[in-house]
């Protein structure tokens, strides 16, 4: 189901809460809502659709991504970023980094999966703003 974004910066200050395989209706709205705003919005974080849970999803190869618990486990090559985001609607500049390894969690069978991956440049900078989100940290 497409939600509405969330504005209000005290709730999106909250961090969230870790996800589990229950929260897949949650995952279900982010693509739903991403979906609806894809050519404005590269990824999304629960907390942006008034849900306080570690979900995110972002587009790679054209296809929506669903990251549970998604946490960043090595990074390399820092530069500074302008972002954007839908819920804050304003840029800020931000640290980043151009290499990322991210260790989450996938939806098989009803069951959450450990999987691990290596991501680089724009597709890095989303999953990195979108892991802020589920920290509570305004960007």
């Known amino acids: 189901m ?4 969330v504005h209000d910066e005290e709730f ?6 870790p996800a589990t395989a229950e929260d897949a209706q949650i995952a279900q709205d982010l693509v739903d809502t991403l979906e609806s705003i894809k050519d404005e919005c590269a990824g999304l974080a629960a907390n942006m659709i008034g849900e306080l849970k570690d979900i995110i999803v972002f587009y790679d190869a054209e296809r929506p991504v669903v ?8 990074f390399s090559s820092p530069y500074t970023a302008e972002e954007g985001c839908m ?3 304003r840029e800020t500049t931000v640290k980043r980094f151009k290499r990322i390894k991210v260790a ?36």
């Open 2 to 5: 497409i939600k509405e974004l």
């Open 87 to 89: 819920s804050l609607e």
């Open 67 to 74: 990251m549970y618990n998604p946490k960043i486990k090595w």
């Open 104 to 139: 989450y969690q996938v939806l098989e069978d009803g069951v959450l999966v450990d999987k691990e991956r290596s991501y680089r440049d724009w597709i890095a900078e989303v999953i990195q703003h979108e892991i802020d989100h589920c920290k509570g940290i305004l960007v």
């Open 12 to 17: 999106l200050a909250k961090p969230s809460q």
